[in-house]
């Protein structure tokens, strides 16, 4: 099962995002557990997951929490901003599970 995790401002944006890359893994018959946290829950939740992406709006965290994650191995991007915007749940999809590897 891959473990994705999507950070924002408070969770609430990256909701309907979380929805679609769901739709977009049981289409491809990918087993997968995807949900979206606040960044003040971003210690207590990233060690359960592969991977974490960031909502474009916390953007300017992402150094902070990449050198809070890298002890526990877990990567941290950032969204694609067109991705986000336009919630392309696929190619959200295939970014995470290309920094899982």
Same mark, same amino acid.
């Given at each position: 099962?891959?473990?994705?995790?999507?950070?924002?401002?408070?969770?609430?944006?990256?909701?309907?995002?979380v929805k679609k890359?769901?739709?977009?893994?049981?289409?491809?018959?990918?087993s997968a557990e995807i949900q979206a946290f606040g960044a003040a829950e971003?210690?207590?939740?990233?060690p359960?997951?592969?991977?974490? %992406?960031? #909502?474009p709006q916390v953007k300017?965290?992402?150094a902070e929490l990449q050198q809070r994650a890298a002890a526990h191995g877990v990567p941290v991007?950032?969204?694609n901003m067109m991705d986000y915007g336009m919630q392309r749940g696929d190619k959200v999809l295939d970014h995470a599970l290309? %920094?899982? #590897?």
């Amino acid at each position: 099962m891959k473990k994705i995790m999507l950070c924002c401002s408070s969770g609430m944006s990256t909701s309907l995002l979380v929805k679609k890359m769901k739709e977009e893994a049981d289409k491809r018959g990918l087993s997968a557990e995807i949900q979206a946290f606040g960044a003040a829950e971003f210690d207590l939740q990233m060690p359960h997951y592969q991977v974490v %992406l960031l #909502g474009p709006q916390v953007k300017y965290m992402q150094a902070e929490l990449q050198q809070r994650a890298a002890a526990h191995g877990v990567p941290v991007d950032t969204i694609n901003m067109m991705d986000y915007g336009m919630q392309r749940g696929d190619k959200v999809l295939d970014h995470a599970l290309t %920094l899982i #590897g």
